[in-house]
């Protein structure tokens, strides 16, 4: 299976900054996407940022121009370098993979535990 480490959360004043990380490890064959997603109070999961294995990126349009996705391919990490921080910002951020495995040989979505990013006004 496929384990998701999360790192980079935190309380932060509006206007700043944060950078999340995501380690994934197991018995990977191929990652075919990784990125993330948030959850506020009250809202539904929505996908804040992925990358995709050419390495091409797409964005919730509230953040374009503020949030930039990127990858380490060969430490199987994505990473979400969140600038010019909003309160709307606020929610728990869960990283995510799609990848191969040697257990299935198919692709599969895998799921970090949760970050927590607060963002005070």
């Known amino acids: 299976q496929v384990q998701l480490v999360e790192s980079g959360g935190g309380l932060v004043q509006a206007g700043g900054s944060l950078r999340l990380s995501c380690a994934a490890s197991?018995?990977?064959?191929?990652?075919?996407?990784m990125g993330w997603y948030r959850q506020a109070p009250g809202k539904q999961r929505e996908l804040v940022a992925g990358?995709?294995?050419?390495?091409?990126?797409n964005y919730v349009d509230s953040v374009k121009g503020r949030f930039t996705v990127s990858r380490d391919s060969a430490k199987n990490t994505v990473y979400l370098q969140m600038n010019s921080l909003k309160s709307e910002d606020t929610a728990v951020y869960y990283c995510?993979?799609?990848?191969?495995?040697?257990?299935?040989?198919?692709?599969?979505?895998?799921w970090g535990q949760g970050t927590q990013v607060t963002v005070s006004s």
């Open positions: 995510y993979t799609r990848a191969t495995t040697r257990e299935t040989g198919y692709d599969n979505q895998y």
């Open positions: 197991g018995s990977i064959l191929r990652i075919n996407g």
């Open positions: 990358i995709s294995r050419d390495g091409s990126t």
